[in-house]
């Protein structure tokens, strides 16, 4: 073979090389942000289970406040608030604690503990799972706040008052 026709099949064999690997990389899949997950899953439901099913509810994480230090962690407080939007059915079967909208943020019911107490005149728990503890209460059936601590860093009793010191937004 010639010098000509080496370097003839070597050009090919890069260029065959370079548009292989620019397909590649332009189909590999984009990560998929919460908002199209969750569209293309109720789509998805409705197709599965039929007109019959209706959507009931849906909450939301509306914001999360974080009191504490940027080093130490776990001397943090988050301060999360829940909202729930009913779409049938009505807030009015909400007679206590929203403990369907906790499912947002934790498992209800793989928690260690539960302590039902209230919180000002709203109805509230104190969950706790390993080293991490959940002070929730329901405002009203679309509001639910909650204040996730480290109880071996910070006192219950400390959280307690900053929950009974809350004032609702008017």
Known sequence: MNKKKRIAILFAVIIVAVGIIIAVTSHQKKEMDFDEFADRFEKSAEEVLGEDVRKVSKTELAATLTYGDQNDKDNNIYYRILKTTFYEGGPEEITGLHTEALGVLFPVDSMDSCEEMMIQDWPGALYKKDDTAF????????????????????DDSEIIKMAESAEPVK
Do not use: M, N
Request: aromatic share 20%.
């Open 135 to 154: 002070l929730c209460w329901t405002y009203s059936p679309e509001v639910t706040y909650v204040l996730e601590y480290t109880p071996s860093k910070i």
